[in-house]
Nanobody
Framework: QVHLVESGGGSVQAGGSLRLSCQAD????????MGWFRQAPGKQRELVAR???????TYPDSVKGRFTISRDNNKNTLYLQMDSLKPEDTAVYYC?????????????????WGQGTQVTVSS
């Protein structure tokens, strides 16, 4: 089994910064795309940032220039540096990995999600 564990959420005033981390453990063969998503109350889950296995990054306009996604493949860890935070960034943030795991000699490719971490930005 594979588990993703997020950390780094919390409360901050507008203009502040937070750094989220997501670490995967389990019998992982390879990790392809990794991403951060968020869901605010009453809203759909939305993409915040994505990074490919080759390091290509994607951001929506709402966070471009303020958020930076990065990955450490040696540690199976994903990061999200969030600067110049705004109240509208308040949400539960989830990490997601598309990865291949190995169990009893069989390879499985699937999407895995973390449990979510709350980010609250006050004005």
């Amino acid at each position: 089994q594979v588990h993703l564990v997020e950390s780094g959420g919390g409360s901050v005033q507008a203009g502040g910064s937070l750094r989220l981390s997501c670490q995967a453990d389990g019998t992982i063969f390879s990790i392809e795309t990794m991403g951060w998503f968020r869901q605010a109350p009453g809203k759909q889950r939305e993409l915040v940032a994505r990074i490919s296995s080759g390091g290509r990054t994607t951001y929506p306009d709402s966070v471009k220039g303020r958020f930076t996604i990065s990955r450490d493949n040696n540690k199976n860890t994903l990061y999200l540096q969030m600067d110049s935070l705004k109240p509208e960034d308040t949400a539960v943030y989830y990490c997601s990995y598309n990865l291949t795991s190995v169990y009893s000699g069989t390879y499985y490719t699937d999407d895995y999600w973390g449990q979510g971490t709350q980010v609250t930005v006050s004005s």
